[in-house]
């Protein structure tokens, strides 16, 4: 299904992968300019895994996001996701994933995860990787295999429009119940991640079980 491309040094794997067809993989060693959501730079030195999925473009490309999330934790085996775009382990994040919509023709799931590579000083206080977690380092290799395998049994599920089994996976598999402070372009918020809509969108509920559906933001447990 997927044909891979690697690289040993790349500015942004997302980048690349936009003059690439449909399920190719680009995969880099390592990202001078890797980026986030919002613009945001993603530190990328070697022994992490920095990868990008070219897929046809959907109406709900959230679902993509979710699958990668839901991927690289099959994958991992530790952890929870964290709405919309992350894995984390006692609150440190470990993983990102950045989805990019290119017109009509395609769409661009980047996946940035801390595995053997070290974490910059100013960010061990928010930010850890595979290997800090297990105490051992991880064969790279292996792990791109097992989250493209994952990727593909959920891919299939979009394939069928089966949405409503992703977002089960994804609650069996999320932060949902934690008391979170959500910062968006219209407010800020204070809640507990309570649940998520059939579209994938958060809803969280506050002391006096008001409730309210957050579509894009900051979230901080």
């Not at 997927?2 to 040094?9: A, C, G, L, M, V």
């Not at 440190?92 to 996946?111: A, Q």
Request: positive net charge.
């Amino acid at each position: 299904m997927f044909k891979i491309i690697k690289f040993k040094k790349l500015d942004s794997t997302n980048k690349k992968a936009r003059s690439y067809n449909n399920f190719s993989v680009i995969i880099a060693d390592e990202q001078s300019k890797g980026k986030g959501r919002f613009e945001r730079r993603w530190s990328s030195s070697q022994g992490g895994i920095y990868m990008s999925i070219v897929l046809p473009h959907i109406n709900k490309p959230q679902f993509y996001t979710f699958i990668a999330c839901l991927s690289v934790l099959k994958a991992c085996k530790v952890g929870k996701i964290k709405w919309p775009n992350d894995l984390i382990y006692k609150n440190k994040k470990y993983c990102g994933i950045l989805t990019e919509n290119l017109g009509k023709d395609k769409s661009i799931v980047g996946m940035g995860v801390n595995i053997n590579n070290d974490i910059p000083k100013n960010l061990s206080s928010k930010s850890t990787s595979l290997c800090n977690i297990l105490h051992k380092r991880q064969d790279i290799n292996k792990l791109i295999d097992n989250i493209l395998f994952n990727f593909k049994k959920y891919y299939k599920l979009i394939e069928e429009k089966n949405f409503s089994k992703i977002i089960s996976d994804w609650k069996n598999n999320s932060f949902l119940g934690s008391k979170v402070k959500i910062k968006t372009l219209s407010g800020i918020y204070y809640g507990f991640a309570n649940d998520l809509d059939k579209d994938g969108f958060l809803i969280i509920k506050d002391d006096k079980c008001k409730k309210a559906k957050i579509k894009e933001g900051d979230i901080y447990i």
